[in-house]
């Protein structure tokens, strides 16, 4: 039995060594992973307060333009079917718009590259189609759609 009392004992020593060895490593990795975090998160909050800068930006810049360049990211291209035609007739424009364009941007966006005035915007996003293409299986991208009716005797004309 002594035998292995000695053996158990020589196993704690190793242990208590080991112990007392890994905080000392772990806190000299603790510290450079605290430092690193410290100048990451300096760097991250740069970086955000200059994307907020160059929002800001962009967001005067689309204000300012002239004869609206600008917006040509909003309004991507009139929507020329038989319908629309009916009715811009009663003075009712059909567009299609980015699908992160809101009410008052295509507001903006038509008073400045048509030179008319909008009396209201309906919107209306369209559900995505599957098509098929060699036997895969596929979506075709949704389309958002504008419908804008102008003020009486306000006219687009498209070329």
Known sequence: MALFDLF???????DADAVTAKPARET???????????????????????????????ANTRDSAEGGEAYASIILKPFITEKSSFMSADGAYVFAVSKDATKNEIKKAIREMY?????????????????????????????????????????????
């Open 8 to 14: 158990k004992n020589q196993k704690k020593g190793r």
């Open 28 to 58: 000299a990795a603790a510290e450079a992973r605290a430092r690193e975090k410290q100048t990451t998160s300096k760097g991250e909050a740069k970086e955000k307060k200059q994307n907020r800068a160059v929002k800001a930006a962009v």
């Open 115 to 159: 030179k008319v005035t909008p009396k209201r915007v309906n919107i209306l996003t369209q559900h995505a189609k599957r098509r098929f293409l060699r036997g895969r299986e596929g979506v075709r991208s949704r389309p958002k759609k504008a419908i804008v009716f102008l003020k009486k005797g306000d006219r687009i004309e498209f070329v």
